[in-house]
């Protein structure tokens, strides 16, 4: 099985600046490990025992494993999207709870949200790849 040609794009596009991030942060050193761990302990307090590189590692392997899903074309895109759509879901949790992120009383960024506000992309682009008729639409 292979996935629909109408949703090579946004897989493609998505699957690989996602496998990349993965990539990056799987050799991040040890000063990344510890702001990006501050970040999510943050939003996420349950993070806050596990070890940052730890945790660096098992987001890189997320990332890794969100970017392959979106890359291979044995993967079914419902299957695919249901994985970005939970990824990007944890990345606008960190939006909508990190202070300075989002202007006073409001959905909208500041300039230092405006990255990852971007997030919300990728919630769409799964929720897509979600509605999509993988069966109906593989030989088109």
């Not at 794009?9 to 942060?25: M, Q, S, V, Y």
């Not at 943050?42 to 899903?69: C, H, N, Q, S, W």
Request: aromatic fraction near 8%; proline fraction near 6%; charge should be neutral.
């Amino acid at each position: 099985m292979r996935f629909p040609k109408r949703d090579m794009p946004a897989r493609i596009a998505t699957g690989a600046f996602i496998l990349h991030a993965g990539w990056e942060k799987w050799r991040g050193d040890e000063e990344t490990a510890k702001g990006i761990h501050g970040m999510a302990v943050g939003t996420y307090p349950f993070l806050k025992d596990m070890e940052p590189t730890r945790f660096l590692k098992l987001l890189a392997a997320a990332e890794i494993g969100v970017g392959t899903a979106l890359l291979a074309p044995f993967v079914p895109s419902r299957l695919a999207g249901t994985a970005l759509t939970g990824f990007g879901t944890g990345l606008l949790g960190l939006y909508a709870r990190t202070p300075g992120l989002r202007r006073e009383g409001s959905i909208w960024p500041t300039q230092s949200g405006i990255g990852i506000s971007k997030d919300s992309w990728l919630v769409g682009i799964g929720l897509s790849l979600m509605a999509s008729h993988d069966a109906d639409d593989a030989e088109s």
